[in-house]
């Protein structure tokens, strides 16, 4: 099964921050990578897809870059809505695999 | 509205069986693969299992392999988890998900249910 790893796994920022999370794939996925952020108690909701086309209704502070092993999901403008756990997804092969998750916490 | 409703959840003994059941409306469900996502009290995202569109094709997570059923029933608009020989490290809430696809890419999980809690525990 292809591993997932992000980093860091949580981090402190301010509104207004630019927040930067880093997933990477122990072998290579081509573009074949989601990112989805969860609030506690909440579903998941997607936010990039295929590394990096914006979900329909996502804000544009949101994007998403990489490709084969290394991704990063970049929020430009961090804001109060924000804070949450995000998760990098691949759906290149089975079994799919998340990421372990960073938390975004309030600084 | 597009909108998936899990139901089926609640408290099981070590052992035993749960089916959990996800409604779709709002889209056309015989067109979208679907998913079965859990996660454990306090832990992150595990996918669980994924069927096509006429379910032809299943695949699951090596732990529920043998244990786990994914169906769905397209007349119904119904997706389906049958879990048999349930142990404790099976709790977890239980989300199902809409998949988009083209030609065997995915594209995401872009609509998800809002999870029902499976217990399992003496």
């Known amino acids: 099964a292809i591993q997932m790893t992000q980093s860091p796994s949580s981090l402190s920022a301010s509104v207004g921050d630019r927040v930067t999370i880093t997933c990477r794939a122990s072998?290579?996925?081509?573009?074949?990578l989601g990112w989805y952020q969860q609030k506690p108690g909440k579903a998941p909701k997607l936010l990039i897809y295929a590394a990096s086309s914006l979900q329909s209704g996502v804000p544009s502070r949101f994007s998403g870059s990489g490709s084969g092993t290394d991704f990063t999901l970049t929020i430009s403008s961090l804001q109060p809505e924000d804070f949450a756990t995000y998760y990098c997804l691949q759906d290149y092969n089975y079994p799919f695999t998340f990421g372990p998750g960073t938390k975004v916490d309030i600084k | 509205e597009v909108q998936l409703v899990e139901s089926g959840g609640g408290l099981v003994q070590p052992g035993g069986s749960l089916r959990l059941s996800c409604a779709a409306s709002g889209f056309t469900f015989s067109s979208y693969w679907m998913s079965w996502v859990r996660q454990a009290p306090g832990k992150g995202l595990e996918w669980v299992a994924n069927i096509k569109q006429d379910g032809s094709e299943k695949y699951y997570v090596d732990s529920v392999k043998g244990r786990f059923t994914i169906s769905r029933d397209n007349a119904k608009n119904s997706l389906y988890l049958q879990m048999n020989s349930l142990r404790a490290e099976d709790t977890a809430v239980y989300y199902c998900a809409r998949v988009p696809s083209i030609a065997a890419l995915y594209y995401g999980m872009d609509v998800w249910g809002q999870g029902t809690t499976v217990t399992v525990s003496s």
């Open positions: 072998q290579g996925i081509r573009n074949d």
